[in-house]
């Protein structure tokens, strides 16, 4: 079974920054992609950033240039390094990693993990 627990979560000023940590164990293949999502109150689950094996990445547009992931296969660990934050960040964030391609796939999620950001 595979497990996944964030951390780094917290409160932060506008214009600040945050990293987030997801520890993965268990079942873990490198070659499965890992993401972070967030879902504010009120609103749907929504895709924040994601990284295959090969370290390509994709972002959501309201982040790009503002977080980086980053992810450790040696470790099993992923990263989020978010900057400049912004009130609209505030969120719990969740880590995904998603096994599997195409329209067969299966996902796990860690707990989550709440950012708040205050104007």
């Known amino acids: 079974q595979v497990r996944l627990v964030e951390s780094g979560g917290g409160l932060v000023q506008a214009g600040g920054s945050l990293r987030l940590s997801c520890a993965a164990s268990?079942?873990?293949?490198?070659?499965?992609?890992m993401g972070w999502y967030r879902q504010a109150p009120g609103k749907q689950r929504e895709l924040v950033a994601r990284?295959?094996?090969?370290?390509?990445?994709n972002y959501a547009d309201a982040v790009k240039g503002r977080f980086t992931i980053s992810r450790d296969n040696a470790k099993n660990t992923l990263h989020l390094q978010m900057n400049s934050l912004k009130p609209e960040d505030t969120a719990v964030y969740y880590c995904?990693?998603?096994?599997?391609?195409?329209?067969?796939?299966?996902?796990?999620w860690g707990q989550g993990t709440q950012v708040t950001v205050s104007s």
């Open positions: 990284i295959d094996s090969g370290g390509y990445t």
């Open positions: 995904n990693m998603r096994r599997g391609g195409g329209s067969v796939y299966v996902d796990y």
């Open positions: 268990g079942n873990i293949f490198s070659r499965d992609v």
